[in-house]
Protein backbone atom coordinates (compact mmCIF):
# COMPACT_ATOMS: atom_id res chain seq x y z
CA UNK A 1 0.00 0.00 0.00
CA UNK A 2 2.92 2.18 0.49
CA UNK A 3 4.56 1.75 -2.65
CA UNK A 4 0.98 2.26 -4.37
CA UNK A 5 0.71 5.57 -2.63
CA UNK A 6 3.94 6.75 -3.59
CA UNK A 7 3.10 6.33 -7.34
CA UNK A 8 -0.13 7.06 -7.42
CA UNK A 9 0.80 10.63 -5.82
CA UNK A 10 3.83 11.20 -8.46
CA UNK A 11 1.16 11.01 -10.93
CA UNK A 12 -1.73 12.79 -9.17
CA UNK A 13 -4.35 9.30 -9.68
CA UNK A 14 -6.47 9.39 -6.84
CA UNK A 15 -7.61 13.09 -5.52
CA UNK A 16 -8.76 13.24 -2.35
CA UNK A 17 -12.61 12.38 -2.38
CA UNK A 18 -12.10 10.80 -6.10
CA UNK A 19 -14.60 8.67 -7.30
CA UNK A 20 -12.68 6.15 -9.26
CA UNK A 21 -14.40 3.54 -11.87
CA UNK A 22 -12.50 0.34 -11.40
CA UNK A 23 -12.28 -1.89 -14.66
CA UNK A 24 -12.70 -5.51 -13.91
CA UNK A 25 -12.32 -8.24 -15.53
CA UNK A 26 -12.13 -10.90 -12.67
CA UNK A 27 -8.53 -11.57 -13.74
CA UNK A 28 -6.01 -12.10 -10.78
CA UNK A 29 -4.55 -7.86 -11.58
CA UNK A 30 -7.82 -6.14 -11.86
CA UNK A 31 -9.04 -8.13 -8.29
CA UNK A 32 -5.73 -6.98 -6.80
CA UNK A 33 -6.31 -3.27 -8.16
CA UNK A 34 -10.02 -3.66 -6.65
CA UNK A 35 -8.94 -4.28 -3.75
CA UNK A 36 -6.06 -2.38 -2.93
CA UNK A 37 -8.36 0.78 -4.28
CA UNK A 38 -11.42 -0.64 -1.66
CA UNK A 39 -8.60 -0.34 1.22
CA UNK A 40 -8.67 3.31 0.42
CA UNK A 41 -12.49 3.28 0.68
CA UNK A 42 -12.68 1.80 4.13
CA UNK A 43 -9.54 4.92 5.27
CA UNK A 44 -12.29 7.52 3.29
CA UNK A 45 -9.83 8.85 0.89
CA UNK A 46 -11.95 7.54 -2.53
CA UNK A 47 -14.67 6.09 -3.65
CA UNK A 48 -14.78 3.29 -5.88
CA UNK A 49 -17.27 1.27 -8.46
CA UNK A 50 -16.63 -1.70 -10.88
CA UNK A 51 -17.51 -1.99 -14.35
CA UNK A 52 -17.05 -5.53 -15.82
CA UNK A 53 -17.67 -5.85 -19.56
CA UNK A 54 -18.54 -8.95 -21.95
CA UNK A 55 -16.77 -9.27 -25.03
CA UNK A 56 -18.85 -11.82 -25.93
CA UNK A 57 -16.12 -14.48 -26.62
CA UNK A 58 -15.87 -17.11 -24.73
CA UNK A 59 -19.59 -18.34 -23.97
CA UNK A 60 -20.88 -19.53 -21.03
CA UNK A 61 -16.94 -18.65 -19.50
CA UNK A 62 -17.84 -15.20 -20.04
CA UNK A 63 -20.74 -15.50 -18.21
CA UNK A 64 -19.24 -17.05 -15.56
CA UNK A 65 -16.88 -13.98 -15.10
CA UNK A 66 -19.31 -11.32 -14.99
CA UNK A 67 -21.27 -13.72 -11.96
CA UNK A 68 -18.01 -13.50 -9.78
CA UNK A 69 -17.79 -9.77 -10.18
CA UNK A 70 -20.91 -9.32 -9.71
CA UNK A 71 -21.23 -11.33 -6.48
CA UNK A 72 -17.60 -9.96 -5.17
CA UNK A 73 -18.90 -6.44 -5.50
CA UNK A 74 -22.27 -7.55 -3.80
CA UNK A 75 -20.56 -8.88 -0.57
CA UNK A 76 -18.38 -6.14 -0.37
CA UNK A 77 -20.33 -3.37 -0.98
CA UNK A 78 -19.16 -1.98 -4.18
CA UNK A 79 -21.17 -0.55 -6.66
CA UNK A 80 -21.25 -2.54 -10.03
CA UNK A 81 -21.87 -1.73 -13.78
CA UNK A 82 -22.06 -4.78 -16.66
CA UNK A 83 -21.51 -3.99 -20.14
CA UNK A 84 -21.33 -6.62 -23.36
CA UNK A 85 -20.66 -6.34 -27.29
CA UNK A 86 -20.10 -8.44 -29.98
CA UNK A 87 -16.63 -8.06 -30.60
CA UNK A 88 -16.08 -10.34 -33.73
CA UNK A 89 -18.78 -8.56 -35.49
CA UNK A 90 -17.60 -5.32 -34.33
CA UNK A 91 -14.28 -6.73 -35.96
CA UNK A 92 -15.52 -7.51 -38.97
CA UNK A 93 -17.33 -4.70 -39.87
CA UNK A 94 -14.58 -2.45 -38.99
CA UNK A 95 -12.09 -4.36 -40.85
CA UNK A 96 -9.76 -4.30 -37.74
CA UNK A 97 -7.99 -7.34 -35.28
CA UNK A 98 -10.76 -9.38 -32.32
CA UNK A 99 -7.40 -7.28 -29.85
CA UNK A 100 -8.49 -4.12 -31.45
CA UNK A 101 -11.96 -4.08 -31.51
CA UNK A 102 -12.10 -6.05 -27.84
CA UNK A 103 -10.25 -2.81 -26.66
CA UNK A 104 -12.55 0.10 -28.30
CA UNK A 105 -15.40 -2.08 -27.30
CA UNK A 106 -14.73 -2.26 -23.71
CA UNK A 107 -13.20 1.81 -23.84
CA UNK A 108 -15.91 2.84 -25.40
CA UNK A 109 -18.23 1.32 -22.35
CA UNK A 110 -16.29 2.03 -19.40
CA UNK A 111 -16.27 6.13 -21.02
CA UNK A 112 -20.01 5.73 -21.10
CA UNK A 113 -19.96 4.37 -17.98
CA UNK A 114 -18.31 7.01 -16.07
CA UNK A 115 -19.82 9.73 -17.62
CA UNK A 116 -23.00 8.04 -15.97
CA UNK A 117 -22.10 7.90 -13.09
CA UNK A 118 -19.94 10.96 -12.79
CA UNK A 119 -17.00 9.03 -12.17
CA UNK A 120 -13.97 11.69 -11.60
CA UNK A 121 -11.22 8.09 -13.14
CA UNK A 122 -11.43 4.87 -15.26
CA UNK A 123 -8.79 2.93 -13.68
CA UNK A 124 -7.36 -0.12 -15.29
CA UNK A 125 -5.07 -2.77 -13.76
CA UNK A 126 -2.55 -2.79 -16.54
CA UNK A 127 1.04 -4.16 -14.83
CA UNK A 128 4.57 -3.90 -15.00
CA UNK A 129 4.27 -7.27 -16.97
CA UNK A 130 1.88 -5.42 -19.55
CA UNK A 131 3.87 -2.57 -19.48
CA UNK A 132 7.29 -4.72 -20.80
CA UNK A 133 4.84 -6.58 -22.75
CA UNK A 134 4.07 -3.31 -24.46
CA UNK A 135 7.36 -2.32 -24.96
CA UNK A 136 8.45 -5.26 -26.79
CA UNK A 137 5.74 -5.38 -29.19
CA UNK A 138 6.62 -2.34 -30.77
CA UNK A 139 10.29 -2.53 -30.42
CA UNK A 140 9.48 -5.78 -32.86
CA UNK A 141 7.63 -3.97 -34.67
CA UNK A 142 9.96 -0.65 -34.99
CA UNK A 143 8.84 1.94 -32.58
CA UNK A 144 10.58 5.73 -31.68
CA UNK A 145 10.53 6.46 -28.33
CA UNK A 146 6.83 6.96 -28.03
CA UNK A 147 6.39 3.55 -28.42
CA UNK A 148 9.08 2.78 -25.98
CA UNK A 149 7.84 5.03 -23.04
CA UNK A 150 5.28 1.91 -22.74
CA UNK A 151 1.87 2.18 -21.32
CA UNK A 152 1.39 5.92 -19.69
CA UNK A 153 0.30 5.90 -15.79
CA UNK A 154 -2.15 8.86 -17.21
CA UNK A 155 -3.93 9.00 -20.26
CA UNK A 156 -6.72 11.63 -20.33
CA UNK A 157 -9.27 10.16 -17.28
CA UNK A 158 -7.70 6.59 -17.59
CA UNK A 159 -5.17 5.74 -14.62
CA UNK A 160 -3.21 2.73 -14.13
CA UNK A 161 -2.37 2.52 -9.74
CA UNK A 162 -0.50 -0.64 -10.21
CA UNK A 163 1.43 -0.13 -13.39
CA UNK A 164 4.59 -0.31 -11.12
CA UNK A 165 3.33 -4.33 -9.67
CA UNK A 166 4.87 -7.52 -11.28
CA UNK A 167 2.78 -10.60 -11.46
CA UNK A 168 4.27 -11.79 -8.47
CA UNK A 169 3.60 -9.00 -6.47
CA UNK A 170 0.01 -9.08 -7.58
CA UNK A 171 -0.08 -13.19 -6.41
CA UNK A 172 1.36 -12.47 -3.45
CA UNK A 173 -1.04 -9.80 -2.36
CA UNK A 174 -3.93 -11.54 -3.41
CA UNK A 175 -3.00 -14.37 -1.26
CA UNK A 176 -1.63 -12.51 1.69
CA UNK A 177 -5.02 -11.30 1.60
CA UNK A 178 -7.30 -13.51 0.47
CA UNK A 179 -8.89 -11.98 -2.20
CA UNK A 180 -10.05 -14.64 -4.96
CA UNK A 181 -9.93 -14.69 -8.47
CA UNK A 182 -10.68 -16.31 -11.95
CA UNK A 183 -8.55 -17.12 -15.06
CA UNK A 184 -9.07 -16.23 -18.14
CA UNK A 185 -8.37 -19.80 -20.53
CA UNK A 186 -7.48 -17.39 -23.30
CA UNK A 187 -4.27 -16.10 -21.28
CA UNK A 188 -3.07 -19.52 -21.87
CA UNK A 189 -3.43 -19.59 -25.58
CA UNK A 190 -0.47 -19.11 -27.46
CA UNK A 191 -1.80 -18.06 -30.74
CA UNK A 192 -1.93 -14.43 -29.36
CA UNK A 193 1.45 -12.30 -30.23
CA UNK A 194 1.27 -11.32 -26.20
CA UNK A 195 0.65 -14.06 -24.77
CA UNK A 196 3.85 -15.90 -26.60
CA UNK A 197 6.06 -12.71 -25.19
CA UNK A 198 4.32 -13.70 -21.67
CA UNK A 199 5.04 -17.18 -21.54
CA UNK A 200 7.82 -17.90 -23.92
CA UNK A 201 9.97 -14.59 -24.47
CA UNK A 202 9.84 -12.80 -21.05
CA UNK A 203 10.89 -16.10 -19.18
CA UNK A 204 13.86 -16.35 -21.18
CA UNK A 205 15.11 -12.68 -20.82
CA UNK A 206 14.45 -13.27 -16.79
CA UNK A 207 16.95 -15.75 -16.74
CA UNK A 208 19.43 -13.38 -18.10
CA UNK A 209 18.36 -10.48 -15.55
CA UNK A 210 16.02 -11.83 -12.98
CA UNK A 211 14.35 -8.07 -12.31
CA UNK A 212 13.85 -7.94 -16.37
CA UNK A 213 10.45 -6.41 -15.48
CA UNK A 214 11.68 -3.97 -13.47
CA UNK A 215 14.28 -2.78 -15.43
CA UNK A 216 12.26 -2.11 -18.28
CA UNK A 217 9.41 -0.43 -16.66
CA UNK A 218 12.63 2.04 -15.09
CA UNK A 219 13.81 2.42 -18.54
CA UNK A 220 10.44 3.30 -19.98
CA UNK A 221 9.81 5.87 -17.12
CA UNK A 222 13.46 7.53 -18.83
CA UNK A 223 12.68 7.11 -22.34
CA UNK A 224 9.01 9.02 -21.16
CA UNK A 225 10.88 12.05 -19.69
CA UNK A 226 13.11 12.10 -22.71
CA UNK A 227 9.65 12.05 -24.82
CA UNK A 228 8.08 14.78 -23.00
CA UNK A 229 10.93 17.36 -23.45
CA UNK A 230 11.34 16.92 -27.33
CA UNK A 231 7.59 16.78 -28.14
CA UNK A 232 7.32 19.95 -25.45
CA UNK A 233 10.00 21.70 -28.08
CA UNK A 234 7.62 20.17 -31.08
CA UNK A 235 4.83 21.91 -29.38
CA UNK A 236 6.28 25.48 -29.46
CA UNK A 237 6.66 25.27 -32.99
CA UNK A 238 2.86 23.92 -33.51
CA UNK A 239 1.62 26.98 -30.70
CA UNK A 240 2.39 29.24 -33.37
CA UNK A 241 1.20 27.08 -36.36
CA UNK A 242 -1.47 28.73 -38.49
CA UNK A 243 -5.10 26.70 -38.07
CA UNK A 244 -7.11 27.63 -41.43
CA UNK A 245 -10.43 26.10 -42.26
CA UNK A 246 -8.64 23.44 -44.64
CA UNK A 247 -6.15 22.78 -41.97
CA UNK A 248 -2.08 23.49 -40.17
CA UNK A 249 0.01 25.45 -42.03
CA UNK A 250 3.68 25.29 -41.05
CA UNK A 251 6.69 27.47 -41.66
CA UNK A 252 9.03 25.27 -44.01
CA UNK A 253 11.95 27.22 -43.02
CA UNK A 254 11.06 26.69 -38.97
CA UNK A 255 10.90 23.19 -40.01
CA UNK A 256 14.67 22.66 -41.59
CA UNK A 257 16.01 24.82 -38.62
CA UNK A 258 15.00 22.19 -36.26
CA UNK A 259 16.76 18.85 -35.11
CA UNK A 260 15.40 16.34 -36.56
CA UNK A 261 14.03 14.64 -33.47
CA UNK A 262 12.18 17.77 -32.80
CA UNK A 263 11.06 18.21 -36.37
CA UNK A 264 9.57 14.81 -37.01
CA UNK A 265 7.28 15.23 -33.50
CA UNK A 266 5.79 18.12 -35.00
CA UNK A 267 5.46 16.61 -38.57
CA UNK A 268 3.65 13.51 -36.05
CA UNK A 269 1.60 16.36 -33.85
CA UNK A 270 0.29 18.12 -36.98
CA UNK A 271 -0.34 14.63 -38.87
CA UNK A 272 -2.12 13.30 -35.46
CA UNK A 273 -3.72 16.44 -35.00
CA UNK A 274 -5.77 15.91 -38.12
CA UNK A 275 -6.71 12.05 -37.52
CA UNK A 276 -3.99 10.26 -39.44
CA UNK A 277 -2.17 7.87 -39.17
CA UNK A 278 1.42 7.99 -38.45
CA UNK A 279 4.30 6.22 -40.21
CA UNK A 280 8.17 7.05 -40.96
CA UNK A 281 7.18 6.94 -44.34
CA UNK A 282 5.30 10.02 -43.44
CA UNK A 283 7.39 11.56 -41.34
CA UNK A 284 10.26 11.35 -43.83
CA UNK A 285 7.96 12.57 -47.10
CA UNK A 286 6.36 15.89 -45.52
CA UNK A 287 10.59 16.63 -44.02
CA UNK A 288 10.97 16.32 -48.12
CA UNK A 289 8.65 18.46 -48.75
CA UNK A 290 10.59 20.64 -46.23
CA UNK A 291 13.87 21.14 -47.71
CA UNK A 292 12.09 20.53 -51.49
CA UNK A 293 13.12 23.24 -54.18
CA UNK A 294 9.90 22.86 -55.64
CA UNK A 295 7.19 25.71 -54.36
CA UNK A 296 3.85 24.18 -55.24
CA UNK A 297 4.95 20.01 -54.62
CA UNK A 298 2.41 17.83 -52.91
CA UNK A 299 2.29 14.83 -51.50
CA UNK A 300 -1.10 11.98 -50.78
CA UNK A 301 -0.31 10.07 -47.48
CA UNK A 302 -2.55 7.12 -45.97
CA UNK A 303 -6.26 7.80 -44.35
CA UNK A 304 -7.10 10.99 -46.76
CA UNK A 305 -3.83 12.91 -45.48
CA UNK A 306 -2.69 15.25 -47.85
CA UNK A 307 0.47 17.84 -47.82
CA UNK A 308 1.23 20.25 -49.68
CA UNK A 309 4.95 22.77 -50.50
CA UNK A 310 3.39 26.43 -50.97
CA UNK A 311 6.50 28.55 -51.11
CA UNK A 312 7.79 28.55 -47.79
CA UNK A 313 5.12 27.47 -46.23
CA UNK A 314 3.93 23.11 -45.20
CA UNK A 315 0.30 22.89 -45.23
CA UNK A 316 -1.54 19.50 -43.78
CA UNK A 317 -5.18 19.41 -45.00
CA UNK A 318 -7.52 15.85 -45.66
CA UNK A 319 -9.66 18.28 -47.44
CA UNK A 320 -9.47 18.00 -51.37
CA UNK A 321 -7.33 21.48 -51.84
CA UNK A 322 -7.76 20.36 -55.88
CA UNK A 323 -6.60 23.04 -58.79
CA UNK A 324 -10.00 25.71 -58.39
CA UNK A 325 -11.10 27.25 -61.68
CA UNK A 326 -14.39 28.58 -63.26
CA UNK A 327 -16.68 28.88 -65.99
CA UNK A 328 -15.60 32.08 -68.68
CA UNK A 329 -18.58 35.17 -68.66
CA UNK A 330 -18.81 37.77 -71.06
CA UNK A 331 -19.98 41.27 -69.59
CA UNK A 332 -22.77 43.48 -70.75
CA UNK A 333 -23.29 46.93 -70.13
CA UNK A 334 -25.73 48.13 -67.08
CA UNK A 335 -26.12 44.15 -65.88
CA UNK A 336 -24.75 42.11 -63.12
CA UNK A 337 -23.47 38.43 -63.99
CA UNK A 338 -22.45 35.94 -60.88
CA UNK A 339 -19.74 33.43 -60.80
CA UNK A 340 -20.99 30.71 -58.20
CA UNK A 341 -17.49 29.34 -58.47
CA UNK A 342 -15.89 32.47 -56.97
CA UNK A 343 -19.09 33.80 -54.97
CA UNK A 344 -18.69 36.98 -56.90
CA UNK A 345 -20.63 39.46 -59.04
CA UNK A 346 -19.29 41.28 -62.01
CA UNK A 347 -21.14 44.76 -62.64
CA UNK A 348 -20.41 46.74 -65.94
CA UNK A 349 -21.60 50.23 -66.29
CA UNK A 350 -20.74 53.29 -68.29
CA UNK A 351 -19.78 56.01 -66.36
CA UNK A 352 -18.39 55.36 -62.69
CA UNK A 353 -21.31 54.54 -59.52
CA UNK A 354 -21.49 57.19 -57.06
CA UNK A 355 -21.36 54.63 -54.12
CA UNK A 356 -18.11 53.35 -55.81
CA UNK A 357 -16.24 56.02 -56.48
CA UNK A 358 -13.94 55.83 -53.48
CA UNK A 359 -14.04 51.89 -53.28
CA UNK A 360 -11.10 51.42 -55.38
CA UNK A 361 -10.70 47.65 -54.23
CA UNK A 362 -13.64 46.68 -55.83
CA UNK A 363 -14.11 49.14 -58.35
CA UNK A 364 -11.88 49.21 -61.42
CA UNK A 365 -12.26 51.97 -63.87
CA UNK A 366 -11.39 52.29 -67.61
CA UNK A 367 -10.75 54.13 -70.18
CA UNK A 368 -14.21 53.56 -72.17
CA UNK A 369 -12.17 54.00 -75.35
CA UNK A 370 -9.36 51.21 -74.72
CA UNK A 371 -11.69 48.59 -74.92
CA UNK A 372 -11.59 46.66 -77.79
CA UNK A 373 -15.54 44.37 -78.09
CA UNK A 374 -16.54 42.96 -75.25
CA UNK A 375 -15.05 42.66 -71.56
CA UNK A 376 -14.50 38.66 -70.39
CA UNK A 377 -13.92 37.42 -66.75
CA UNK A 378 -12.11 34.37 -67.00
CA UNK A 379 -9.12 32.07 -65.60
CA UNK A 380 -5.84 33.28 -66.93
CA UNK A 381 -4.65 31.88 -70.15
CA UNK A 382 -1.09 30.69 -71.12
CA UNK A 383 0.67 33.58 -72.37
CA UNK A 384 -1.54 35.78 -70.41
CA UNK A 385 0.35 39.46 -70.70
CA UNK A 386 -0.11 42.67 -68.87
CA UNK A 387 1.75 45.67 -68.96
CA UNK A 388 1.74 47.86 -65.75
CA UNK A 389 4.56 50.56 -67.39
CA UNK A 390 7.41 51.97 -65.39
CA UNK A 391 8.83 49.81 -63.51
CA UNK A 392 6.79 46.53 -63.19
CA UNK A 393 6.96 46.72 -67.16
CA UNK A 394 5.13 43.90 -68.70
CA UNK A 395 5.01 40.13 -67.55
CA UNK A 396 3.04 37.16 -68.27
CA UNK A 397 0.28 35.90 -65.75
CA UNK A 398 2.44 33.01 -65.14
CA UNK A 399 5.14 34.92 -63.84
CA UNK A 400 3.33 37.55 -61.79
CA UNK A 401 1.75 35.29 -59.72
CA UNK A 402 5.01 33.58 -59.05
CA UNK A 403 6.59 36.28 -58.26
CA UNK A 404 3.48 36.98 -55.92
CA UNK A 405 4.10 33.70 -54.62
CA UNK A 406 0.54 33.05 -55.61
CA UNK A 407 0.14 28.83 -54.78
CA UNK A 408 -0.73 26.83 -57.47
CA UNK A 409 -3.64 25.46 -56.65
CA UNK A 410 -4.84 29.26 -56.47
CA UNK A 411 -3.92 30.49 -59.58
CA UNK A 412 -7.01 29.35 -61.96
CA UNK A 413 -9.53 30.75 -59.57
CA UNK A 414 -8.29 34.48 -59.81
CA UNK A 415 -10.35 36.39 -62.29
CA UNK A 416 -8.71 37.86 -65.09
CA UNK A 417 -10.45 40.91 -67.04
CA UNK A 418 -9.70 40.77 -70.78
CA UNK A 419 -11.06 41.86 -74.32
CA UNK A 420 -10.33 41.26 -77.92
CA UNK A 421 -6.64 42.52 -77.87
CA UNK A 422 -5.56 40.79 -74.07
CA UNK A 423 -5.75 41.27 -70.67
CA UNK A 424 -7.08 44.57 -68.75
CA UNK A 425 -6.94 43.90 -65.55
CA UNK A 426 -6.35 41.29 -63.11
CA UNK A 427 -8.05 42.17 -59.39
CA UNK A 428 -5.60 42.40 -56.75
CA UNK A 429 -2.70 43.25 -59.07
CA UNK A 430 -3.76 45.91 -61.33
CA UNK A 431 -4.20 47.37 -64.34
CA UNK A 432 -2.96 47.20 -67.96
CA UNK A 433 -1.54 50.55 -68.89
CA UNK A 434 -3.37 50.86 -72.17
CA UNK A 435 -7.07 51.17 -70.49
CA UNK A 436 -6.05 53.63 -67.55
CA UNK A 437 -7.75 56.87 -67.78
CA UNK A 438 -6.69 59.77 -67.79
CA UNK A 439 -8.36 63.28 -67.08
CA UNK A 440 -11.12 64.22 -68.93
CA UNK A 441 -11.36 60.37 -70.80
CA UNK A 442 -14.83 58.63 -70.65
CA UNK A 443 -14.66 56.14 -68.42
CA UNK A 444 -16.72 52.32 -67.94
CA UNK A 445 -16.54 50.48 -64.93
CA UNK A 446 -16.39 47.05 -63.49
CA UNK A 447 -17.65 46.39 -59.88
CA UNK A 448 -16.84 43.34 -57.95
CA UNK A 449 -19.66 42.39 -55.03
CA UNK A 450 -19.70 40.00 -52.60
CA UNK A 451 -15.84 39.55 -52.37
CA UNK A 452 -15.02 36.08 -50.56
CA UNK A 453 -11.43 34.47 -49.32
CA UNK A 454 -10.93 31.87 -51.71
CA UNK A 455 -9.63 28.88 -50.11
Not at 302 to 322: C, K, N, Q, S
Not at 363 to 381: E, H, N, Q
Not at 418 to 446: N, Q, T, Y
Amino acid sequence: MKQLLQFTAKHDMLPEGAYILCAVSGGADSMCMLAMLDELTRKGTIRIAAAHFDHGLRGAESDRDAEFVRNYCASHDIAYYFGAGNVRDYAEKKKISIETAARELRYDFLQKTAEKVVADRIATAHTADDNAETVLLNLIRGSGLKGLCGIPPVRGNIIRPILWMNRKQVMDYLKEHGIPHIEDSSNSELIYTRNKLRHSVIPLLEQFNPRFLEAIFETSELIEEDETYLSSLADKVLWNAKREVYGLRISAGDLKKLPKPVAARVVMCASEELGAAITRSLVNGVMELAFSDSPSAKRNFAGGLTVLREYGDIIFTRLPLEIKTFAPVKLSLNETVEVPELGLTFTYVSGVPEEKINNSFNTFLFKKDSICGKIAVRPRKTGDRISFGGTRGTKTLKKLFIDEKIPLRLRESIPVFSDEKGVIAVPGFGMDIRCIPAPGDKLCSVTIDKLGEIL
